[in-house]
DNA sequence: CTCCAGGGAGCCT
DNA sequence: AGGCTCCATGGA
């Protein structure tokens, strides 16, 4: 095992480990000890949380003064890129549109960094995401990486790695209705299918124009604007994707009626251009503020 | 019992 | 293009 630490100094503005990973933008990160999500706000901040990305395991927790990690081999890389750490929270912040909620969001948890998920599994994740609770996403994740995934020896446990496509191309639509799947297993095992043969992969996504990129990723089964948009942003780095699900389209009636304009496309860039630059790093403040049940704060006078 | 969960596909006009 | 309807599963 290897280990080490990336001091909270070298990282450009405020990190908030928990906050990342338990804000319903990943479900590739779990709890080794306890097994657990906290959705009830209550402290894991001293807590480690586990990955596996490319068959090698990585654990990270979050100190007083830096991030530990521990892993199968030198993570200190990874992680840094894993858990956003090279973007400037502070310039982020400064460039985004500021308003009552929005303020309050972001003070509620200033910290929380946009993840780059591994794009198959982040693709699969959240097309498993579809009409689901975040704590039943994790389960199927689970699920997923014990039946398909590959056994890796770690810390004296056995982890599975994230199914590889052709691993999930490979399995029925039957043997995933098994793990739970419900009707997204078929749309699994296509998209799957696609990536595992080249007809539609990571590389005819990333780098094109944000909405082309969006549009694009729609041709994988079960993937729709609103998954699009979270794998462009959880996965790609695409900051300016605002994946509109129910608690945004709620949030833009309630809070930003002007930016409602029917269509997912039109709303989507009427929402962007309102909240600014890297428009999808404050949309992920706003949904995790919001669905932990903060609400916008009364305007005092 | 009903309703809902980080939606999307298929089919209809 | 835009509007239905159906789709599994489990907890409240």
Request: net charge negative.
């Amino acid at each position: 095992m290897e280990r080490g630490a990336i001091p909270l100094d070298d990282v450009p503005g405020a990190v908030d480990v928990q906050a990342t990973l338990e804000s319903g933008q990943t479900y590739l990160w779990w709890r080794p000890d306890g097994d657990t999500y906290r959705t009830d706000g209550l402290s894991g901040g001293d807590a480690w949380y586990r990955t596996v990305i490319d068959d090698d395991v990585i654990d990270v927790r979050q100190t007083a003064t830096a991030i530990e990690w521990r892993g199968t081999t030198d993570a200190a890389p990874i992680v840094r890129d894993a858990l956003g750490l090279h973007d400037d929270l502070d310039a982020v912040r400064g460039a985004a549109r500021s308003d009552p909620l929005i303020t309050a969001a972001w003070d509620a948890y200033d910290g929380l960094r946009i993840v780059r998920d591994p794009f198959f599994g982040c693709l699969v994740s959240f097309i498993c995401s579809a009409q689901m609770r975040v704590e039943r996403i994790f389960e199927m994740q689970e699920r997923l990486r014990r039946e398909y995934g590959t056994p890796i020896t770690f810390d004296g446990q056995t982890v599975y790695s994230v199914p590889e496509p052709s691993a999930l191309a490979a399995a029925t639509e039957s043997d995933l209705r098994d793990l739970k799947l419900g009707y997204r297993a078929p749309y699994v095992q296509r998209t799957a299918a696609m990536v595992a043969s080249g007809e539609l992969t990571k590389r005819d996504i990333d780098g094109r124009a944000y909405e082309l990129a969006r549009e694009t990723m729609t041709d994988f089964v079960g993937v729709g604007n609103k998954v699009a948009d979270c794998v462009l942003l959880f996965s790609l780095g695409y900051l300016a994707a605002v994946p509109l699900d129910t608690w945004m389209q709620t949030a833009i009636e309630d809070h930003y009626p002007d930016c409602e304009r029917g269509r997912y496309e039109d709303t989507s860039r009427a929402f962007r251009e309102h909240l600014g630059p890297h428009a999808g790093y404050t949309q992920t403040y706003l949904f995790h503020y919001l669905r932990s049940g903060g609400s916008a704060p009364e305007p005092t006078e």
